[in-house]
C-alpha cells in the first residue's frame, strides 16, 4: 500500500511520500512533499504547545 499524495511538479507523477526524487522522472522533490518535512513541522508544534502549556 502507498499514500500518494503529491503530484511531481516536473511530470505530474503522484510520488510516494517516501525517498527524495520523483518516482518516474527523478526530479528532487520540493521540502512540503517529503514525509520528513511533515514529521519535523508535527514534532515542532507538539514541542511548541507543550511549552505554551507549561508556561501559561
Ligand atoms: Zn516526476
Known amino acids: 500500500m502507498a499514500i500518494r499524495v503529491f503530484r511531481c511538479?516536473?511530470?505530474g507523477h503522484r510520488m510516494r511520500l517516501t525517498g527524495d526524487t520523483c518516482g518516474y522522472c527523478h526530479a528532487p522533490k520540493l521540502p512540503h512533499q517529503r514525509l520528513e518535512f511533515w514529521v519535523v513541522l508535527?514534532?515542532?508544534l507538539a514541542i511548541?504547545?507543550?511549552l505554551y502549556m507549561a508556561l501559561t
Open 9 to 11: 511538479s516536473d511530470c
Open 42 to 44: 508535527l514534532v515542532l
Open 48 to 50: 511548541g504547545f507543550a
